[in-house]
């Protein structure tokens, strides 16, 4: 097991997203919430998970990233897919090779950084975390 560098809040990672305590074999893209560093250099990080299903359909606590609707947005992200993620069921995980990858391609070199939510984005993805945790 390695432990990648620091993320930050606002990177979209590629993540091993778990069920329960083990991580799923398939990778999907991931928000980073918070960075916890108080174990530095061993960082662990607050996630939303992200989808490439129904990202049409919107339910309280989620938001999505569409190509045709915010092509900057989607750029920024690095995704190859229309996504949506669910600010409703957050988890914290090491930030290390037990949980996340190198993306395809690997955008930002050998890393699990896809991109970055985008700024345009940031006040919508508050919006969705708010309504999710009545804050």
């Not at 930050?8 to 997203?17: K, L, S």
């Not at 569409?66 to 957050?90: C, E, M, R, V």
């Not at 700024?119 to 804050?135: D, I, K, N, W």
Request: net charge positive; proline share 11%.
């Amino acid at each position: 097991m390695n432990w990648w560098p620091e993320p930050t809040a606002g990177d979209i990672v590629w993540c091993h997203f778990p069920d329960n305590i083990h991580p799923k074999p398939k990778p999907r893209p991931a928000l980073v919430l918070v960075v916890f560093d108080d174990t530095a250099p061993e960082f662990f990080v607050q996630l939303a998970y992200g989808t490439s299903q129904r990202t049409t359909t919107l339910y309280k606590g989620e938001f999505a990233i569409i190509k045709a609707k915010q092509p900057a947005a989607y750029a920024a992200a690095g995704l190859s897919y229309d996504t949506k993620f669910n600010l409703k069921n957050l988890v914290t995980l090491p930030f290390n090779s037990d949980w996340f990858s190198v993306p395809p391609a690997a955008p930002h070199g050998q890393i699990p950084k896809l991109g970055v939510l985008h700024p345009s984005l940031v006040r919508t993805a508050a919006t969705a975390y708010q309504a999710a945790h009545g804050v």
